[in-house]
Every structure is written in C-alpha cells, then in structure tokens.
C-alpha cells in the first residue's frame, strides 16, 4: 500500500531569521493546500542545517495516484511563495581563488 503522506523540503537562506523563514513557509503550506488533488498541507519543522540552506519540511497528504502532479505543484507553489516573499532560492556557492 502506499502512503497518502509525503514530504518536500522547502530550502530558506541563513541571512532570515527563524520566524521570517516559517512566515514564508507557512505562506508555501497555504498555497499548496490550495493545489488540486491536495487534501491537506502542514509544516513540520526543520528537517536540516545544510550547507549552503536550511530545510524546512512540508508534509503534503493527496491520493497516490496523483502524487507526481501534486509534488510538480508544491515545487511550483514553493518557488512562487518565495518570489512573493523575495526570497531567493539558496544554493550552492564555490568561491575559486586565482593567486
């Protein structure tokens, strides 16, 4: 049987404050909600200090069979939420000295 539950990280950027990333990942949970095929989206928590973002976890509930729709829109809704919020999508970053 599969799961109705999956989980999707939503990577913020150290330089916000705790309480500005969970406003904005609260935003994304609303919207994502909103998606077809979505039966319920909450935030869970922080799932990892990585090394260039911290990830905060959605748990997205949905029927299975939909589940690879619903996860390209919660990816969708989550880039969405952080444009609306001016947030930018955190990433790797390598600095190259040249002496």
């Known amino acids: 049987m599969v799961s109705r539950v999956f989980r999707e990280a939503v990577p913020m950027p150290y330089d916000l404050t705790v309480a500005q990333a969970e406003a904005v990942?609260?935003?994304?949970?609303?919207?994502?909600?909103?998606?077809?095929?979505?039966?319920?989206?909450?935030?869970?928590?922080?799932?990892?200090?990585?090394?260039?973002?911290?990830l905060y976890y959605l748990e997205i509930r949905s029927d299975p069979l939909y589940r690879r729709q619903v996860r390209r829109d919660t990816l969708r809704s989550i880039l969405l939420g952080m444009e609306a919020h001016h947030v930018a999508v955190p990433f790797e970053q390598l600095d190259v000295h040249m002496d």
């Open 25 to 54: 990942v609260e935003d994304i949970a609303a919207r994502v909600s909103k998606n077809d095929h979505v039966e319920s989206c909450r935030y869970v928590g922080v799932t990892e200090l990585a090394s260039s973002a911290i």
